[in-house]
């Protein structure tokens, strides 16, 4: 325990004296340009709007920043939707992790010391003074370019970076746009403080290095997108073992905030966007040695419904459900397995059910839409997708293909035309949506709904002309 006091202040003095921003592009620029690349994200629609598991790192994430003295920018946290084991800080204090990172750890700890790591680069502003070390800040052609390099390392691999490589520009910068090995030990050592004001647990960090290097690499011609942002792993490893190696968490540590399961939200992560053929033999094993494992019967279960097996599919939820029986997350993807079987009644009841849950209460609600379509209840349908809308959610694009479905059932085809336009749209469909936006325009007569349109239509422009640059 002496030891690692000794070196937290040690870690104390040289976060103070050398804060690491000395060389990084004004914080203007920064949050111009942090502002560009997210916008990038969003066009390729690689962001992943998960509930759970977005609001598991929010909660981690922000119990981080919460005790750290007045930043320059606001942290925000996402998901990206690739199966690669990587996190990364991008200019601005956002902060991102892939799916693939969440699939592979064990717990709460472990995610914490990454989340950590990544604020501390951000913290130390690590990436902006690797884009001025590179001499390159075009805003939008940088943007463009980190979209293609941090995402994915390997793009040739990896799904979200195959959406985002961006000319060849990408390749010949992505060395100058790596950290260095002492932007790594500053952000793990900043880390190893953030966590000691949080409840977690700084062995996390090691860990979930431990387990991402052990779990994945695969010699230098294929070394994990996240060692390939993040250089100098063995040392950071020596480094880490040295400074925790009698760790012991302080008599008045505070206790973590409340979260879900963390194994709950993995194998729902797992279970929904995960590879079935990969996935589906790793927990039949697992459920063989654990038979009472209710994130293995859920996970299961989603992974069935998704490989067309639904009533296997349907069976492991009810079984993790006869475990837990008020678990939301569970009672959702029930719902949804009970709508694409068909049994529509049952997926009402079970929607019903939760209809007013804080979290998944609009999830629910949605797909309480959709079944009652397919029974008919085109009112109560209605009404459900306009309190979706309403909220307006990251997400919830799907809500609008729905009301054209209803639109049309009613022989309201202008209204129809509007809302297929509007859901092509956020799916970034842009011909599609203009196609139906001008259709709507020709119909309509109601002066509001074409203000409507023709701000829709505006903004697709708009879109159009950045994705031209």
Same mark, same amino acid.
């Given at each position: ?8 202040? @040690? %870690? ?23 502002? $560009? ?45 690739? /199966? ?15 799916? *693939? @990172? ?8 472990? +995610? ?35 979209? *293609? ?17 961006? *000319? ?9 746009? &790596?950290?260095?090995?002492?932007? $790594? #030990?500053?952000? /793990? ?19 979930? =290095? @431990? ?17 390939? &942002? ?39 992560? %797992?279970? !929904?966007?995960?590879?079935?053929? #990969? ?28 490989? #067309? ?50 979290? +998944? ?11 009652? %379509? ?14 979706? =809308? ?24 202008? !209204? ?12 970034? /469909? $842009? ?6 936006? $001008?259709?709507? +325009? ?28």
């Amino acid at each position: 325990m002496r030891r690692f006091k000794q070196a937290i202040s @040690l %870690i104390i003095c040289i976060v103070l004296l050398f804060p690491g921003s000395t060389f990084a592009i004004s914080i203007p620029d920064e949050l111009k340009l942090g502002k $560009e690349y997210l916008q990038q994200l969003k066009n390729k629609g690689v962001i992943l709007h998960d509930p759970v598991a977005q609001k598991m790192i929010d909660i981690v994430g922000n119990a981080i920043v919460k005790p750290l003295p007045p930043q320059p920018f606001h942290f925000d946290f996402f998901m990206i939707n690739d /199966d690669s084991f990587n996190a990364f800080a991008t200019p601005a204090a956002n902060i991102f992790v892939h799916r *693939g @990172l969440i699939a592979s750890l064990d717990n709460m700890d472990e +995610l914490a010391g990454i989340l950590a790591h990544e604020i501390g680069h951000a913290v130390g502003r690590h990436v902006s003074q690797s884009i001025d070390r590179s001499k390159i800040v075009a805003t939008g052609s940088l943007a463009g370019m980190l979209a *293609g390099i941090l995402v994915g390392a390997a793009a040739g691999s990896s799904e979200a970076g195959q959406a985002l490589t961006i *000319g060849s520009m990408a390749a010949g910068q992505s060395a100058m746009l &790596t950290y260095t090995r002492e932007n $790594e #030990t500053e952000a /793990d050592q900043k880390a190893v403080l953030f966590l000691e004001k949080t409840g977690y647990s700084p062995k996390g960090i090691l860990d979930s =290095l @431990l387990k991402i290097r052990q779990t994945d690499y695969q010699g230098i011609e294929n070394i994990p997108d996240y060692f390939k &942002t993040h250089p100098g792993t063995a040392t950071r490893v020596s480094h880490l073992s040295g400074i925790l190696a009698d760790y012991k968490p302080p008599v008045n540590s505070p206790l973590p905030p409340k979260n879900f399961d963390y194994n709950m939200v993995k194998y729902r992560v %797992i279970g !929904l966007y995960g590879d079935t053929d #990969t996935y589906i033999p790793k927990i039949e094993i697992a459920l063989q040695n654990d038979p009472d494992n209710v994130a293995f019967h859920y996970g299961l279960g989603l992974l069935y419904g998704r490989d #067309t097996r639904m009533n296997e599919g349907i069976e492991q939820l009810n079984k993790a459900l006869a475990k837990d029986p008020f678990e939301p997350m569970i009672l959702l993807e029930l719902g949804r397995l009970y709508i694409r079987n068909t049994e529509y009644t049952r997926a009402i009841t079970i929607l019903d059910s939760m209809a007013d849950d804080p979290l +998944l209460g609009d999830w629910a609600i949605l797909n309480r839409s959709v079944a009652q %379509i397919q029974t008919g209840n085109l009112p109560a349908a209605q009404r459900g997708l306009e309190h979706v =809308l309403g909220n307006s959610k990251p997400g919830f694009e799907e809500a609008n293909y729905h009301m054209a479905e209803i639109m049309s059932r009613q022989s309201k085809q202008a !209204l129809s035309n509007y809302y297929l336009g509007v859901y092509y749209a956020r799916i970034h /469909d $842009e011909r599609n949506a203009a196609r139906q936006l $001008e259709r709507a +325009l020709d119909t309509l007569d109601d002066e509001k709904m074409r203000e409507k349109v023709e701000k829709e239509l505006e903004n697709l422009k708009r879109t159009g002309k950045k994705s031209a640059h």
